[in-house]
């Protein structure tokens, strides 16, 4: 490739960027993602040979996170998260501490569940309408907002199916998603609980030893329009079918273990993901008579657009020819060392992640362990190190993830203002500390285990 054309697929790579990052008058971030890798594909730098293969790739992971958001879409109507958020503030029983670890859970729980982006657009808006109704300080309300991003983002990597990176991911470096989650599993839970730890440490003294404690049922129905996911019609009822709500979350709790038990039978997690959504819209439709509308109207399609843009993106900059530096620095030690390996990827990711966000720093790390030439094992083990680089080292910044920009806006329309060095100073004393146990647990697990 030309000079010429490596800095202008360069500069398109940044404007892309740049614009999904700042989103003038709201522009969802698959325009420019669009307008980006159109602009490469006319101009040849990635060839349409490559469109299927692209397609292929990022598919199956688009259709899987569009799938768990119609489900959260559906349980939202029926009620689950406003009864969720109840029975937060009544467990708690008037101790800000508990309400601070009750948050925890449910962030990490909605995550777990659904994924992470769905898991911030969901549990802000919860966090906001219990710390507005117990009538806390700003500097109250911080533990548990920082709480519920920094977990609820985190919380995308014990399972392969949190994260449309993950997803994409697995697929290059065949990995399974039960091979995964038995390398990951321990290693992440200890990250995640250092970092709640180290949040609840660092604010230790911002929490209320005590909180107002609510016991009048209709606290039950304090979700209101701010939810982004909320349609209008499940606004104005206020009754809460609990059994539908059993059902609907059973068939969650079973879609997600079947991820486990179907895919070693060669069956698809798009596929299980969509059957399992389907499924909840035909319950919803039987038991209330709410249609499709709100699913059409709110359900993010525009991710195939969006995770296909930024693939071919990536693909036109690792066809520069640039990342191969990189390849030739870190190939030899990461073969060598298992240790290395996990460090070097994480970090690497971390930093790339905090420069340009994480989707396509991860796409561009995938691709770059590819190359190196690894064996299978130390390429799967690299690929876990540079997820949780992805999922816990992004968040150094706010512009590491779409979970944290997400939040930052949503709390901007709320009017709570956190600023960047507000959520630097945060960032800088719990993440690069949980980065370093992961990928240090990783190492060890790995080699406890597999070795």
């Known amino acids: 490739m030309s000079d ?3 800095i202008f697929t360069l500069l398109i ?72 958020a109840y029975n937060i503030i009544k467990r708690a029983n008037g101790s800000g501490i508990k309400l601070f670890w009750y948050i925890i859970i449910l962030c990490f729980l909605m995550t777990i ?38 977990v609820a983002t985190a919380s995308s990597l014990p ?6 990176a993950n997803l994409i991911g697995l697929q290059i470096v065949g990995l399974d998603l039960i091979s995964y989650t038995n390398m990951v599993l321990v290693p992440s839970m200890i990250g995640i609980c250092t970092l709640s730890l180290l949040i609840f440490l660092l604010f230790k003294k911002s929490i209320p030893k005590k909180v107002d404690s609510i016991q009048d049922e209709s606290t039950a129905f304090i979700m209101s329009q701010q939810i982004p996911l909320l349609s209008k019609k499940a606004i104005g009822r206020q009754a809460i079918d609990v059994q539908l709500l059993k059902i609907c979350l059973g068939i969650v709790i079973l879609v997600r273990a079947s991820y486990f038990i179907l895919t070693p039978l060669g069956i698809n997690i798009e596929w299980i993901a969509l059957v399992g959504a389907a499924i909840l819209i035909v319950i ?5 008579r709410i249609g499709v509308y709100d699913i059409i109207k709110k359900a993010p399609w525009h991710i195939l657009v969006f995770a296909f843009g930024m693939y071919v993106i990536v693909y036109a900059l690792n ?23 996990s460090f070097l990827s994480g970090i690497m990711i971390t930093v790339l992640s905090n420069l340009m966000n994480n989707l396509p720093s991860v796409m561009l790390g995938v691709l770059m362990i590819t190359e190196m030439g690894l064996d299978i094992q130390t390429l799967q083990f690299s690929y876990i190190a540079i997820i949780i680089g992805s999922d816990i080292g992004a968040l150094l910044t706010p512009l590491g993830t779409l979970a944290t ?16 060095v507000q959520y630097l100073k945060v960032a800088i004393f719990v993440i690069p500390l949980t980065l370093f146990v992961t990928l240090l647990s990783l190492y060890l697990w790995v080699t406890l285990i597999y070795l």
């Open 113 to 150: 569940f659904f994924n992470n982006d769905g898991s911030i657009l969901l549990t802000t808006p919860i966090i906001i309408h219990i710390v507005t109704m117990l009538k806390l300080t700003k500097k109250q309300k911080f533990p548990y907002l920082f709480g519920g991003v920094f």
């Open 159 to 164: 399972i392969g199916v949190s994260n449309i």
């Open 4 to 6: 010429s054309l490596v």
């Open 319 to 341: 066809n520069t020819g640039l990342p191969v530096i990189l390849v030739e620095i870190l190939k030899e030690p990461m073969s060598q060392n298992l240790l290395y390996a």
């Open 13 to 84: 790579f940044a404007l892309t960027t740049l614009f999904i990052m700042w989103r003038p008058r709201g522009i969802n971030e698959a325009v420019p993602a669009f307008v980006g890798s159109g602009i490469l594909l006319l101009m040849g730098i990635v060839p349409l040979s490559d469109v299927r293969e692209i397609l292929e790739i990022v598919s199956g992971p688009a259709l899987t996170i569009i799938s768990t958001i119609i489900m959260c879409i559906v349980l939202e109507t029926i009620g689950v998260f406003r009864w969720a």
């Open 284 to 288: 919803r439709w039987f038991k209330t």
């Open 405 to 420: 920009l997400l939040w930052m806006y949503v709390l901007k329309r709320e009017n709570i203002h956190v600023t960047w």
